[in-house]
């Protein structure tokens, strides 16, 4: 079974420009999360969907930043125009409500750096 | 709302010798509690979970941890180091049980080193 995937691995751009980045859960989750990891800071949580539907956006840092989720498969996440303070690691999760399992499976990530 | 402390940022044991992780939480409600590990150049991965039942939970790669409510601790052990444990590890809580969202508040990590 494949795990999570996330594109692209890194992406350098510079301040002003747009960025997406894109993560493909494992197939059948239906929940998809976003987390990011500001550089020696803690992973923070951005978003959650459930299918296609948005579950929770509490931790989307402001309006330059817009999640979807089409068909309930793969998700995009774009940051449009992005700030040096958006640089940072992007991780995606996956997770399967029925197993009651409670975990979560991540992929790589995608490290952002904005110049 | 939900925290998590993780006390030294970098912890450094020799081969063999135990390994100690720790890890306080805050929580308003019953949590769930996570041990995550990152490899380089890879994704998170579950290490065990707390979720309810036996206090003393026991995870993949021979490590382990202890739910202790009085002391709101996790502290993650596995009583000898060997070379491949060197990662960073991540400690978390949910709110799952209360709120029904597994959302995951994270601590800061802590990297691991093994000395030969």
């Known amino acids: 079974e494949a795990g999570v995937t996330q594109f692209p691995s890194h992406s350098v751009i510079e301040k002003g420009q747009t960025v997406t980045l894109r993560c493909d859960p494992i197939?059948?989750?239906?929940?998809l999360y976003w987390y990011r990891r500001v550089m020696g800071k803690e992973i923070k949580f951005l978003l959650h969907?459930?299918?296609?539907?948005?579950?929770?956006e509490s931790g989307m840092p402001n309006n330059r930043f817009l999640a979807e989720r089409t068909g309930g498969t793969y998700s995009t996440l774009k940051v449009q125009p992005a700030e040096l303070e958006d640089s940072g690691v992007y991780f995606c999760?996956?997770?399967?409500?029925?197993?009651?399992?409670?975990?979560?499976?991540f992929g790589p990530g995608t490290r952002l750096t904005v110049t | 709302a939900q925290s998590v402390t993780q006390l030294g940022s970098h912890v450094s044991v020799s081969e063999g010798a135990l390994v100690l992780l720790r890890c306080n939480y805050s929580s308003s409600v019953p949590p769930y509690l996570f041990w995550y590990v990152q490899y380089p150049n890879q994704g998170l991965q579950l290490l065990l979970k707390y979720t309810t039942g036996a206090t003393l939970v026991k995870g993949i790669n021979g490590f382990e941890a202890e739910f202790k409510k009085s002391e709101t601790s996790f502290h993650l052990t596995k009583p000898s180091a060997h070379m491949s444990d060197a990662a960073e590890y991540f400690c978390?809580?949910?709110?799952?049980?209360?709120?029904?969202?597994?959302?995951?508040?994270f601590g800061t990590g802590t990297r691991l080193t093994i000395i030969p």
């Open positions: 197939s059948g989750h239906d929940n």
């Open positions: 969907f459930v299918k296609e539907s948005k579950q929770d």
């Open positions: 999760a996956s997770s399967q409500d029925r197993d009651k399992t409670y975990e979560q499976y």
């Open positions: 978390a809580v949910s709110a799952f049980p209360t709120f029904g969202n597994e959302k995951l508040t």
